[in-house]
């Protein structure tokens, strides 16, 4: 597909939502909680995930074929609901391919925006991020907070096997105690002054009730979707020739690069509701 093909697409489309596997779901259903009336397309290349631990041109190219395949099929917005795609992708696309696949259209991540809301959720400015070692190895959060929050102190701290544990359904099983424990831990070791845990992951809120439980009471849990929900809303009320080309029918569709089958049982725990999807090649 070149980029006359898109540029010849219809001008109106849903909002597409990427992830590398299921976790941006998380973000998707506080999207359409808050924003009900706009039309969606979620998209998981759940053949190749995780991006988790994959180089940056690996994910830079994965990423950019998906965005592609939004665009093609009408979105004029692409929200990258996956940390590790925005923190290692987001930049290039802007920058390098968005002024030469069509300048009038956008895609944005989901760092800058919980970055953004920090000074809202932490007083002692001490914040934790938890997330994948390709979320953290970037440093992404550090470097959006040096530009939009100077004087706070951020920690990163990888989490390998906590996306392992939600897609293989352990997210609740006693097994997931031990390694829940031993990162919250060494995260508060690292900075005894965290009062605010970011889970840098879109998986991470279906491990929150074990999270929480190993957790001091008096420190903060973030979880992305509201967040990122409510950065959406603000997005398009100040952007309405976006607005405009979102369209209206309060629906939902679903696109996979794996087995539907799987897909949609494994969404159906993240969404909370069924969910039928497409297979797509990419």
Aim: glycine share 8%; aromatic share 8%.
């Amino acid at each position: 597909m070149d980029t006359s093909d898109i540029n010849t697409m219809a001008s109106g489309g849903p909002i597409g939502v990427f992830d590398s596997g299921y976790g941006g779901l998380t973000i998707l259903r506080e999207m359409r909680h808050l924003l009900p009336e706009y039309d969606y397309l979620y998209l998981g290349d759940n053949a190749r995930a995780p991006y988790g631990n994959r180089s940056f041109d690996l994910v830079y190219r994965f990423t950019l074929q998906s965005v592609k395949a939004l665009f093609e099929r009408g979105c004029a917005l692409v929200i990258l609901a996956c940390n590790t795609a925005s923190a290692k992708a987001l930049r290039s696309i802007q920058q390098r391919d968005l002024p030469h696949i069509d300048p009038s259209r956008r895609v944005l991540g989901i760092i800058r925006p919980t970055v953004e809301a920090l000074d809202t959720l932490s007083v002692s400015g001490h914040v934790g991020i938890l997330g994948t070692r390709g979320t953290i190895g970037s440093r992404s959060y550090e470097l959006e907070a040096a530009k939009l929050q100077p004087d706070f102190t951020i920690t990163g701290h990888a989490c390998p096997m906590w996306v392992p544990l939600v897609e293989n359904g352990e997210a609740d099983s006693p097994g997931a105690d031990f390694f829940v424990k031993k990162e919250v831990d060494a995260i508060m070791t690292a900075d005894p002054a965290i009062d605010t845990l970011v889970l840098g992951c879109t998986h991470y809120p279906l491990l929150l009730n074990k999270i929480k439980q190993y957790t001091p009471a008096n420190i903060g849990i973030v979880t992305q979707g509201r967040i990122v929900a409510d950065s959406l809303a603000d997005y398009l009320r100040r952007h309405p020739e976006i607005s405009s080309r979102c369209t209206r029918g309060g629906n939902a569709s679903f696109l996979t690069t794996e087995s539907i089958d799987r897909f949609s049982d494994m969404a159906s725990i993240f969404m909370g509701e069924h969910v039928d999807a497409t297979h797509i090649e990419l």
